[in-house]
């Protein structure tokens, strides 16, 4: 029958930012019919037996989908997986079930059916948003016991390049098992913002739209499909007018493409007036590493090792972590990377031990590296060794003053003299200090003297400096990026830098707005590290504007009293100078007027 | 049998993760573990995952922690410590 290929649109919820075309890949949820079947007796003990043997078997791939999940995504996502693994064995799921087959004399297939249902039930009258959306997890790990009582296991296609996972609703372990480096978008009929599949895309920098209804009945694997997420919206076989519209209308608003290195002919990235901008990936996970590329990064400007201490209470051997870091050396190559020390305090090695009633101004980061010196040395053979394969540098994270960068930089040189005795080849490595301590900023000058280069940590100097918590919803309006004293700052630690001769390097989220990243450029920021997604815009936007414009807004910007006076000043002139470059909604507002939101990027 | 007032204080609540981390600390002891909301007087074993999700214990709720058995004051020691440590689950960038 000929399929009736008009175009349609659908609209959800953008969860994760992009736009993508691409081809529909059709991901079942392999969520299957049950019948019922009456046993006797010896089949019901049988019958219990093939029950243990389909758990049996749904353990082994949980903790291979776990294996994979803690690599790819980090242990934040992983650790689900021991949620799942964790009802395969709860007593109400098992056990029920287990009685049931007994006492009705049920086929395993229907036991496990009707115990889900009712756990499912009970689930759906939760109150808390998060919570129910947990029924998934359940109607998950029902679902794999079925598929190992019918002995098969989950298949997945291999992606094409320009897969668009399109799905009813893509449970946890679904989304583990993909492929995901080739995904390029994902869709799903059901979902919300807090929905697992939105956290991972987000994490993955993976446009996604969920929300959509019925979509994923209405398409067949190798439709060609448009997500847009910014718009919340899908279109289904776009006409080649659509799709000629659609490529124009982000040539306009995104030349991002355009501006990758490899476009430009591998000439550096210029403001109009021909001041050099420098933009490098921030990056975590490994999952993140292709996008180092893929997004025109030069180089890692922050890799955050703490991924490394993903499993509680175990800290990588010297040598895993080296191999780690030779990875992470090749993934920047030829431009390097900047590896972060351990930012953690005690409660991520020894859990529970020793908890602090002010954890943000308690053991963590250099601090904690100094006390517990074997975990620091071993970082440090670690990168020493790794640097022979490729450019390395380290940052000590929540410097104060000389006296953290003294102390540490003797452990460093004491590992370099003592791996060059042992016979080891090392590479060379640059030292900096990240500068987010208030006493940093005031001292930044004489730190300048005795580091190689400053990372200037928007994330926490913002927190640090107006002493706000920006984990705490109560005082989310005293958090503001665009801070006078956060300002003055960056103009100081940068002079401070350039009057010691050393390098500067942004790597908060605030570079990641390319309306902030502008008013970094023009407070004399030439260096900005970002979340790899949001390179494009901010290298579209960095050569559309002249360096002396901003450095004039920045001048202006200066001089206000109030966060609410610089948003204020920030916005009129961008509207005036640069209106093909941002909305008014794209722009700061001040948090006490009425206008529209400033719209951020979702990290 | 023990008892002991605890109170969830990761942002999140008593969610997939830390309920993971709860269940799994729980079932280390031979005592009988419950939890019961002061509020509602909801009660969950806290040896299982489903049961103990379900409470829907958001940052702030208070429960009643109770063990029973040999090892109960080691438990109840031990769940007092995961509850007031926000289940490790340090803030980050």
Known sequence: MQRDLREERWHGLGVSEGYVVGRVLRIDNHSRQVYRASLDEVETSRELDRFQQALQDAREQLLAIKGKADHEMGPEHGYLFDAHLLMLDDPNLRGRVQDYIVREKANAEWALRVVTD???????????????????????VAQRILSALTGNKPQYA?????????????????????????????????????????????????????????????????????????????ILHPTTATLEDFEKQFAQKDQACRVSPAERGNEPLRTMDGVEITLCANVELPAEFDSVRKFGASGIGLYRSEFLLSREGVLLSEDEQYKAYVEVANVASPDGATIRLFDLGGEKLHPGVGTERNPALGLRAI???LRNEEVLRTQVRAILRAAAHGRLNIVLPMVSDLADVRRARAIIDDERSRLAREGRELGEVRVGAMIEVPSAVVLARSIAREVDFFSLGTNDLVQYMLAVDRGNDEVSDWFRSLHPSVLQSVVDVHQAAASAAISTVVCGEMASTPAYAVVLIGLGATHLSMTPSSIPRVARVTSAVKFAEAEAIARMCLTCATPDEVEQTVREPFLTHWPQLFSAHSLPVAKHSDQPPLLETPN | MIEKRVTVTNRLGLHARAAARLVHMANQFQSVIRLERIDDRLGADAKSILSVLMLAAACGTELSAKAEGADETEAIEALAEIFSNGFGEAERD
């Not at chain 1, 009712?118 to 129910?132: F, M, N, P, Q």
């Not at chain 1, 019925?214 to 190798?222: A, F, H, K, M």
């Open chain 1, 118 to 140: 009712d756990l499912l039930a009970v689930y759906s009258r939760v109150k808390d948003e998060y919570l129910r959306a947990r029924g998934s997890d359940i109607e998950d």
């Open chain 1, 158 to 234: 291999n992606l094409t390049r320009d897969a668009v996972i399109v799905s009813a609703d893509l449970s946890p372990s679904a989304v583990a098992e993909l492929d995901l480096q080739h995904a390029r978008a994902i869709t799903t009929d059901a979902g919300g913002w807090t929905s697992h599949t939105a956290i991972i895309a987000r994490a993955l920098g993976l446009p996604a739209v969920v929300g959509l209804r019925d979509l994923y009945s209405r398409t067949r694997t190798g439709d060609t499909i448009i997500v847009n997420s910014y718009a919340g919206e899908v």
């Open chain 1, 367 to 369: 601090r904690f590296g």
